[in-house]
């Protein structure tokens, strides 16, 4: 009954590859996000979508996109990875995109580039 | 500054202890402020919300103070379990679900 999850785990990869990192809730939320935490362990917005349309988008590199096939589904495609995308990087949902709303976060996928 | 700012760390206290994190924040329009707990190599975790007349859940207590932007969470009888890292979160100004979140602070509660 995982509410907010993510595929893969675990990723490590060369730079300059391409990769997607999955994210499903079944909360029925209507808005879902991409945050990053860098080694730093701040943790920092991407994206946001709600109900399908993109209604954050942070100053991310364009080798950065989301698409979210579905409200229940927001993917995150990486093209062309460098050594500064390692990352831990969560995905999240709420019930709306109101800046009141308790955000709830999957487990996260651990990116290294080597 | 920066948009939230965070206590440093990390607090090491006894079980027991009573432990109070402080927050300040920059965006004087900020509307909504939360504490969120993340475990070590795992995700955050809603703790608390926060509002203006304060507010308590069980040992923890959360205060808010526009005038001076600042938030606080005080944990009392601190427990082994309550070892994680603190985040402050705050919302922008005509935020869409955009959150801040401060650097944390993390907390050791020794046997």
């Known amino acids: 009954d995982t509410a907010v999850s993510q595929t893969p785990k675990y990723l490590v990869t060369q730079m300059g590859n391409d990769k997607s990192i999955k994210c499903e809730q079944n909360l029925g939320h209507d808005t879902m996000y991409w945050y990053k935490q860098d080694s730093k362990k701040f943790l920092k917005i991407m994206f946001s979508y709600n109900n399908k349309e993109l209604i954050i988008n942070e100053t991310v590199p364009n080798r950065f996109s989301p698409k979210s096939p579905d409200k229940a589904h927001l993917n995150l495609h990486i093209n062309s990875l460098e050594l500064g995308d390692s990352a831990v990087y969560f995905c999240?949902?709420?019930?709306?995109f109101g800046s009141g709303e308790t955000q709830y976060f999957g487990p996260g996928t651990r990116l290294l580039v080597l | 500054r920066k948009e939230v700012e965070q206590d440093p760390g990390p607090f090491n206290v006894p079980e027991g202890a009573t432990v109070a994190f402080n927050c300040t924040y920059s965006?004087?329009?900020?509307?909504?402020f939360f504490w969120y707990r993340q475990d070590c190599r795992k995700e955050p975790k809603l703790l608390m919300s926060?509002?203006?007349s304060g507010n308590e859940d069980g040992r923890f207590t959360a205060q808010l103070n526009r005038a001076s932007q600042y938030i606080s969470l005080l944990i009392r009888d601190s427990k082994l379990s309550d070892s994680a890292t603190y985040l402050c979160v705050v919302s922008r100004e005509g935020s869409q679900g955009n959150l801040i979140f401060g650097k944390g602070t993390k907390l050791s509660v020794k046997p």
């Open positions: 965006n004087s329009a900020s509307q909504s």
């Open positions: 999240a949902s709420s019930q709306d």
């Open positions: 926060v509002y203006s």
